[in-house]
């Protein structure tokens, strides 16, 4: 199997992974857990935005901050439609965000992790497009690792979930899964894109920068920063931040 499909599918496998301790797990994930695992999710985010996605953005445009700084706005912005335009349910809320639907609780759980993990797979589809542009093999499987590991926990905080609504273990997984088939699908989209459009790849990567730092501030730190043991996200923010920087400094 070439670099490159194993690249796209790591982080499917992540998710996979994580999913499956539904089997493993009698009872939901503690809170402290919870929290440390999403802080973790969201520190390795914001670092592979920043030292993947923008730094080699305006490395790629000479410099110029305008492609960063376009593409970057254009991917809060589609990602800021997809959230208001898809009905969805976040782990925890009661109730739902986008147009009202009659969709189940557990179909619109799914859509909320699916809109959280599009950005992830654009990340990765773009820093592989990026290897004929100055971006190495190895910084672009950096960011396919990364992605994967913080897809571990948070494959687990899908499935956990998704049982106690009621679903049988193996749906849960099941489920877990393919909210994480977004991820190879957006992968594939944007080499497409990038290989019809090379010029605009300052953007692209700015672009998923912008979508990934969405969900990080959109979502994970609003649920990082409700309740008890918030201190716990912190220190998970800070780990995950750490370990994705060192992981693109030392293979980039």
Same mark, same amino acid.
């Given at each position: 199997?070439?670099a490159?499909?194993?690249?796209?599918?790591l982080?499917?496998?992540?998710?996979?992974?994580?999913?499956a301790?539904?089997?493993f797990?009698?009872?939901e994930?503690?809170?402290r *857990?919870?929290k440390?695992l999403?802080?973790f999710?969201?520190g390795v985010?914001?670092?592979a &935005?920043?030292?993947?996605?923008l730094?080699?953005s305006?490395?790629?445009a000479?410099?110029?901050?305008?492609?960063?700084? /376009?593409?970057?706005?254009?991917?809060?912005?589609?990602? *800021?439609?997809?959230?208001?335009?898809?009905?969805?349910?976040h782990?925890?809320?009661?109730?739902?965000e986008g147009?009202?639907s009659?969709?189940s609780r557990?179909?619109m759980?799914a859509?909320?992790?699916?809109i959280?993990?599009l950005?992830?797979?654009m990340?990765v589809?773009v820093?592989f497009?990026?290897?004929?542009?100055?971006?190495?093999l &190895?910084a672009? $499987?950096?960011?396919?690792?990364?992605?994967?590991?913080?897809?571990?926990?948070?494959?687990?905080i899908?499935?956990?979930?998704?049982h106690?609504?009621?679903?049988?273990r193996?749906?849960?997984?099941?489920?877990?899964?393919l909210?994480g088939?977004?991820?190879?699908?957006?992968?594939?989209?944007i080499?497409?894109?990038?290989?019809?459009l090379?010029?605009?790849l300052p953007y692209?990567?700015?672009?998923?920068?912008g979508?990934m /730092?969405y969900v990080?501030?959109?979502e994970?730190i609003p649920e990082?920063?409700?309740?008890?043991h918030?201190n716990?996200?912190?220190?998970g923010f800070a780990?995950?931040f750490? $370990?994705?920087?060192?992981m693109?400094?030392l293979l980039?």
């Amino acid at each position: 199997m070439s670099a490159l499909a194993i690249g796209i599918l790591l982080p499917l496998l992540g998710t996979m992974l994580g999913s499956a301790f539904v089997f493993f797990m009698k009872k939901e994930i503690p809170d402290r *857990l919870q929290k440390t695992l999403l802080g973790f999710a969201s520190g390795v985010m914001v670092a592979a &935005s920043v030292w993947s996605l923008l730094i080699p953005s305006i490395t790629m445009a000479q410099e110029s901050v305008i492609p960063a700084a /376009m593409g970057f706005l254009a991917g809060i912005v589609f990602l *800021l439609l997809i959230d208001e335009l898809t009905p969805h349910l976040h782990v925890g809320a009661q109730k739902a965000e986008g147009p009202k639907s009659r969709l189940s609780r557990t179909m619109m759980l799914a859509l909320a992790v699916t809109i959280h993990n599009l950005p992830e797979g654009m990340a990765v589809g773009v820093v592989f497009a990026g290897e004929t542009h100055g971006l190495t093999l &190895s910084a672009a $499987l950096a960011v396919s690792i990364g992605i994967a590991l913080q897809n571990i926990p948070e494959g687990a905080i899908i499935s956990m979930p998704m049982h106690a609504e009621g679903n049988s273990r193996l749906k849960s997984f099941l489920i877990g899964t393919l909210s994480g088939v977004v991820e190879p699908l957006g992968s594939v989209a944007i080499l497409l894109l990038a290989s019809v459009l090379g010029v605009a790849l300052p953007y692209l990567l700015a672009f998923a920068a912008g979508a990934m /730092m969405y969900v990080v501030v959109e979502e994970l730190i609003p649920e990082t920063a409700q309740g008890r043991h918030t201190n716990l996200s912190t220190i998970g923010f800070a780990l995950g931040f750490v $370990l994705m920087m060192v992981m693109d400094v030392l293979l980039g």
